[in-house]
């Protein structure tokens, strides 16, 4: 199922980084979204893509 407004598509993935931290600041050694089904590789994000991901939903919870 695509996006009506843009034709894009949609994925479940969960944010995960590796950050190094020093004493005055920190920095990303690594992003991935991980994929909730195993069928799927992790997507590394490299720095010059972050500023263009927008997250357009956040699980909360799962009603029985």
């Known amino acids: 199922m695509g ?3 843009n ?3 949609f994925t479940v993935k969960k944010y995960h ?3 190094t ?3 005055d600041a920190w920095h990303h050694d690594r992003i991935e979204l991980l994929p909730v089904n195993p069928d799927y590789d992790p997507i590394p994000v490299a ?3 972050g500023p263009e991901m927008v997250v357009v ?3 909360v919870a ?3």
């Open 3 to 5: 996006d009506p407004e």
């Open 21 to 23: 931290v020093s004493e």
């Open 47 to 49: 720095p010059h893509e």
């Open 17 to 19: 980084s590796a950050k």
């Open 57 to 59: 939903g956040k699980w």
């Open 62 to 64: 799962t009603i029985d």
């Open 7 to 9: 034709g894009g598509r």
